[in-house]
Structure formats: C-alpha cells, structure tokens
C-alpha cells in the first residue's frame, strides 16, 4: 500500500476544504471496508485520506414530518437494519440491509461509503432506487444539490458525484398510500454473498386489483444499478393477474445488460431478471403465479 497522510476531519467544512485542497489525491474513508481492500490491491493510491467518522452531522437516522425517512451517509448498515424509523417507513428497507455480507461488516461499513462506491451487485441501490430515493450532496463554498438514486450511478464503479462533492445524506419520500415494498436477491452460493440478480418493487394496488403505483429497482444486471421502466409502464393501471405480471416481467430481458462471471452467463443473469421481477410483484400483489397461471 502507498503511503498516505491520514486527517480526521471534524466537519463537513473541513472534509471539503481536504477536497478542495488535494483534488484527485484525496479519499475520503466512512467504514473502509471497500476503500482499505483497493489501496492494498493498488487500485486506488491516495495521497491524502480524509477520515468521515467524526461528522456527526453525517450521521443519523430521522423522519421526516412529511412521512419521509432521511438517513446521514455514515450511518452504518446495523444502524440502518435495526432502526425503529426504518422499520416503520416500510420494514423490507431495513431487512434488506440484513442480507449484505456479515454482522461484522454491517457494523462497520456505511451507506454512504456503499453508494459512492458504485458496486451494482451491492443491495442497498435497487431498494432505494425502488423508493425514489435521492442523494443530498454539498460542495464547497456552500453549494448543495439533490440526485436521483437512477441518475447517481454512471458506470462500473463510478459516479455522478462532482469532483468538490460529497454525500451528505439519503432522503427517501414517504411510501404512497397503500403501497408497499419488497426486495429478493438470488444468489446460489452462500446468504451473505453478492447477488446474482436482485429485485426491488414497491408496489400499490387499488380496491379493483389495478395497479396503482409501481417503482421497480436491480441489481447485478449490468454496469449500474437499474430502474425496470418498461415493466412499470406495463403493469400501471392494469388488473394484477398472474398473466398480466407474466408479460410484464417479461420486458425486463430488454432492459437488463448483464455480465459474464463466476455467478452465472448473461443469459442466465437475463432469465433470472425475469423470473424475479415476475415473483417479487406477485408476492406484494398476494398473487400465486401457479394457481392464477
């Protein structure tokens, strides 16, 4: 590993100031469990590390008075999975975060550090992408802007983030009346592996079975997390069948763009993408996809 010069920033001003001041140099570190791993593989060679976990302001977890959930960047995966706030915006968002890797580094790692590193197998995207989630991000000088979770991942590993940004926070909206949301990742090796496919729905059905609202989020499927746009604008205000979310999972293959690796071809990524999607809206819609075929 390269040799670095290590600064615990005590706020968000002096985090910016280190960006300001050693531009492409600097990393900043929240839980380290992906950063340490690339700086002894020698990936990533930073001159300066700036450490995050002294800004209280970058941590937390509160309700909004409009229903929504707003969750500080270094909050911890643990934090998040046993939050009482959580658990009553919607309790899939933070069983989700139960399934990532181990207690050991749930405890350690932050969503923040999770999403800035722009892994599109990682869990937490799809769910938040699901939710219409947006990243809170400030720079120097003051500025600040929202990002859509959709828009935020640009490529394998990488970003919309400015080069003077950092990520304050996510801020979730409240769940629609009515709707609800669940997350399924397949993997067939162990529970706390990456996913081979994963799918986020948040769902809303009417009192005639019609479909309401829908927010459907993957990942694993291609270079970033995605968004099912075509399965959502199917499935909007039709009647719930098993034959309807057959079809409509169905477009999902035209909207993935999956990779070759050790957990499966792109094909079978692809076919996988459809048979979740189709099986994650028929649990939120109480539909049984054998009875109802």
Same mark, same amino acid.
């Given at each position: 590993?390269?040799?670095?010069?290590?600064?615990?920033?005590?706020?968000?001003?002096?985090?910016?100031?280190?960006?300001?001041?050693?531009?492409?140099? #600097?990393?900043?570190?929240?839980?380290?469990?992906?950063?340490?791993?690339?700086? !002894? !593989?020698?990936?990533?060679?930073?001159?300066?590390?700036?450490? =995050?976990?002294? %800004?209280?302001?970058?941590?937390?977890?509160?309700?909004?008075?409009?229903?929504?959930?707003?969750?500080?960047?270094?909050?911890?995966?643990? !934090?998040?999975?046993?939050?009482?706030?959580?658990?009553?915006?919607?309790?899939?968002?933070?069983?989700?975060?139960?399934?990532?890797?181990?207690?050991?580094?749930?405890?350690?790692?932050?969503?923040?550090?999770?999403?800035?590193?722009?892994?599109?197998?990682?869990?937490?995207?799809?769910?938040?992408?699901?939710?219409?989630?947006?990243?809170?991000?400030?720079?120097?000088?003051?500025?600040?802007?929202?990002?859509?979770?959709?828009?935020?991942?640009?490529?394998?590993?990488?970003?919309? =983030?400015?080069?003077?940004?950092?990520?304050?926070?996510?801020? #979730?909206?409240?769940?629609?009346?009515?709707?609800?949301?669940?997350?399924?990742?397949?993997?067939?090796?162990?529970?706390?592996?990456?996913?081979?496919?994963?799918?986020?729905?948040?769902?809303?059905?009417?009192?005639?079975?019609?479909?309401?609202? %829908?927010?459907?989020?993957?990942?694993?499927?291609?270079?970033?997390?995605?968004?099912?746009?075509? #399965?959502?604008?199917? =499935?909007?205000? !039709?009647?719930?069948?098993?034959?309807?979310?057959?079809?409509?999972?169905?477009?999902?293959?035209?909207?993935?763009?999956?990779?070759?690796?050790?957990?499966?071809?792109?094909?079978?990524?692809?076919?996988?993408?459809?048979?979740?999607?189709?099986?994650? %809206?028929?649990?939120?819609?109480?539909?049984? =996809?054998?009875?109802?075929?």
């Amino acid at each position: 590993m390269r040799t670095f010069d290590y600064t615990a920033a005590a706020s968000i001003d002096e985090a910016l100031a280190a960006l300001k001041e050693y531009g492409d140099e #600097v990393e900043f570190i929240a839980g380290g469990t992906s950063l340490i791993l690339m700086m !002894q !593989q020698g990936l990533v060679q930073p001159a300066k590390v700036v450490g =995050l976990g002294n %800004i209280k302001e970058l941590r937390g977890i509160k309700r909004s008075a409009d229903g929504g959930l707003e969750v500080g960047a270094m909050t911890t995966h643990r !934090q998040l999975e046993t939050s009482p706030e959580a658990f009553a915006y919607a309790a899939a968002l933070p069983q989700s975060l139960g399934v990532i890797a181990t207690i050991r580094i749930r405890n350690q790692a932050t969503l923040g550090g999770n999403l800035v590193h722009a892994d599109p197998a990682q869990d937490p995207p799809p769910v938040l992408i699901a939710l219409d989630s947006t990243i809170d991000v400030v720079s120097a000088g003051g500025g600040a802007r929202s990002i859509p979770m959709e828009a935020f991942f640009s490529d394998f590993f990488e970003t919309t =983030l400015g080069e003077n940004e950092l990520l304050r926070s996510v801020k #979730v909206p409240p769940m629609p009346a009515g709707s609800r949301l669940a997350y399924k990742k397949f993997l067939p090796r162990t529970e706390d592996d990456y996913a081979t496919v994963s799918v986020a729905v948040r769902l809303g059905v009417d009192p005639d079975g019609k479909c309401k609202d %829908i927010r459907i989020g993957l990942g694993a499927l291609a270079v970033t997390p995605l968004r099912a746009k075509a #399965v959502e604008k199917a =499935l909007l205000g !039709q009647k719930l069948t098993a034959a309807s979310i057959r079809e409509a999972s169905a477009l999902v293959r035209d909207e993935v763009d999956p990779l070759d690796d050790v957990r499966g071809s792109a094909n079978y990524k692809r076919e996988m993408a459809r048979v979740w999607t189709e099986r994650t %809206i028929a649990s939120l819609a109480n539909i049984d =996809l054998k009875v109802n075929a």
